[in-house]
């Protein structure tokens, strides 16, 4: 019989449960839609609901729950402070206190993207790195930091918001207040915008052809495709947001100088185009130190970087900020 933990990611529009053993075998796992518009209330029943659910499946209960949120947390006390993009925000949601009894085990709160960096740290590449630097380029980029094996909070579990560092003085207004942060240039809507707007102006035809014009089916991935099958200006794009990703992950790579970078979330799956561009910017931006030595590679754990990292966080008993 091994030891079972539990790990859910509360996102605006899924919620995802995943339960697994120790060693990070997923034994189980089950995605039930946030609804989030119902309120906190109804949506901690459901995420109760799903734990249930997933736990009559295996036929064992987990020891402890690690919960993902996008947002701010009181983690000593598992109690939300602000998740800017769920309804009502969240402002002081008891989480643990309301959750913990319907569930019957111990609930601990994570940032959702330090999550995910816990995850790549404990049954990832981070394994044998003493720093790592996790950079999730998704819808947003968010990013998470790891020295001497041990995941970096700060004061309120922030640390880490790689993407909001100032790539562009001047650059587009940013959610976060401030502008041309990395994330407003290298995130995947900021790319497919791009590739949206090459498209509409005939100078992607190749994409074009891919997506058969649909605007809304234009990722980073679609893009790829396109600049490998000959949309030079595709192609020039995908490098320039990568390369302003490179010059965020060599502002970091100076600060410092980690053995380990790793890209995650669905813009790395542009593949060696991105890794190549950022591997050179980081050594034409990097002239203190060597840098043949820092690997840059795309996450071991993929998309379930998150979930493997509210197992492990349910299997510390929770974390407390620095
Ligand atoms: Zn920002």
């Avoid at 060693?23 to 906190?40: A, C, F, M, N, Y």
């Avoid at 729950?65 to 969240?90: E, R, S, Y």
């Avoid at 993207?113 to 790549?120: F, K, S, Y």
């Avoid at 970096?152 to 001047?170: K, N």
């Amino acid at each position: 019989m091994v030891d079972i933990y539990a790990s859910v990611d509360l996102g605006g529009t899924n919620i995802a449960g995943v339960f697994a053993g120790q060693d990070g075998r997923i034994l189980g796992e089950k995605k039930v839609p946030t609804q989030s518009h119902e309120g906190p209330e109804a949506v901690l029943e459901r995420i109760a609901e799903l734990v249930d659910g997933l736990a009559q499946e295996i036929g064992s209960r987990p020891l402890a729950l690690g919960m993902g949120i996008p947002g701010l947390a009181d983690l000593k006390n598992g109690v939300t402070k602000f998740l800017p993009n769920l309804p009502t925000q969240w402002r002081d949601v008891p989480v643990r206190g309301v959750l913990s009894p319907k569930i019957g085990c111990p609930v601990y709160l994570l940032n959702d993207v330090r999550m995910a960096t816990l995850g790549e740290l404990t049954f990832g590449h981070g394994r044998s790195a003493r720093t790592m630097v996790f950079f999730a380029l998704g819808t947003g980029i968010g990013g998470g930091v790891a020295v001497d094996g041990k995941l970096r909070l700060g004061p309120l579990g922030a640390a880490g918001e790689l993407g909001h560092q100032t790539i562009l003085p001047e650059g587009p207004r940013c959610g976060c207040g401030s502008r041309g942060c990395l994330e407003t240039l290298a995130s995947g809507p900021a790319i497919a915008a791009e590739g949206v707007r090459l498209m509409l102006s005939g100078l992607a035809p190749k994409l074009h052809e891919l997506v058969r014009g649909e605007a809304s089916a234009v990722t980073p991935r679609e893009m790829a495709a396109a600049a490998d099958a000959g949309d030079t200006r595709v192609r020039e794009a995908i490098v320039r947001a990568a390369g302003y990703l490179g010059i965020g992950v060599a502002n970091v790579v100076t600060i410092l100088h980690p053995d380990l970078v790793v890209l995650g979330g669905g813009v790395a799956a542009i593949g060696p185009l991105l890794f190549d561009t950022v591997r050179q910017t980081v050594r034409e931006r990097v002239g203190m130190f060597p840098t043949d030595d820092i690997e840059i590679k795309p996450s071991l754990l993929g998309e379930q970087a998150g979930a493997l990292g509210g197992i492990a966080l349910a299997m510390k008993g929770g974390l407390l900020p620095d």
